[in-house]
């Protein structure tokens, strides 16, 4: 037996409340969502997330159309994080991303120097594997920081690798050599979460 997606029309009485969407409590919430936002609009949920988004920001450089940038999105709205930034080419596959773009604040930058003039109040951390990049368990993120992105087989651009203010790696023990960079994007904001957010 198939377990159902979301949940049912609501029962009567509805429960009150502007947040609350009168066509999901009619028909029932299908949606990948957490059962607190069951019902609500999409706009109540943006704005109850943006209320009580995490500090750290995530950006992708996407210059060759990179089909992890909606891994990235949903990664980003899994931990919260206040922003997401695409680099580059405005159009992204948004597939991956299973609707959470919605929830998002989502700035588009033609330029590195354009995303650099953005976010010159946070800490720019890369994520590459650079020689100098610094092992990801040795390291402290930065709280007020934006975590970028290269894509996946070119990785980082040479110049937003130089205006990082550092860059972090990911230990690996395989043959490869680095991970997916949906998963490396996972990883990280996990680790700024583990680092900031105490549960």
Same mark, same amino acid.
């Given at each position: 037996m198939n377990k159902p997606i979301g949940v049912p029309p609501h029962p009567k009485p509805w429960p009150k409340g502007p947040h609350y969407d009168q066509e999901l409590l009619q028909n029932g919430d299908t949606r990948n969502v957490e059962d607190k936002y069951r019902y609500w609009t999409v706009a109540a $949920?943006? #704005? =109850?997330?943006? #209320?009580?988004?995490? /500090?750290? /920001?995530?950006? $992708?450089?996407?210059w060759q159309h990179d089909f992890n940038i909606g891994t990235i999105v949903r990664n980003a709205n899994a931990f919260n994080a206040q922003k997401v930034h695409i680099i580059g080419k405005k159009q992204w596959n948004r597939r991956g991303a299973m609707v959470t773009d919605v929830y998002l604040t $989502? /700035?588009?930058?033609?330029?590195? #120097? =354009?995303f650099l003039q953005s976010v010159k109040n946070k800490a720019i951390i890369a994520v590459d594997t650079y020689k100098n990049a610094r092992n990801l368990p040795e390291v402290e993120l930065p709280k007020n920081a934006v975590l970028v992105f290269g894509g996946e087989g070119p990785g980082l651009s040479p110049e937003m690798a130089e205006a990082a203010d550092f860059m972090v790696k990911i230990p690996q023990y395989g043959s490869t050599r680095s991970v997916n960079v949906g998963v490396a994007s996972g990883i990280l904001l996990y680790k700024w979460a583990e680092q900031h957010k105490h549960y």
């Open positions: $949920i943006k #704005q =109850d997330l943006a #209320q009580n988004a995490s /500090e750290v /920001e995530v950006a $992708i450089e996407n $989502i /700035e588009h930058h033609p330029t590195v #120097q =354009d």
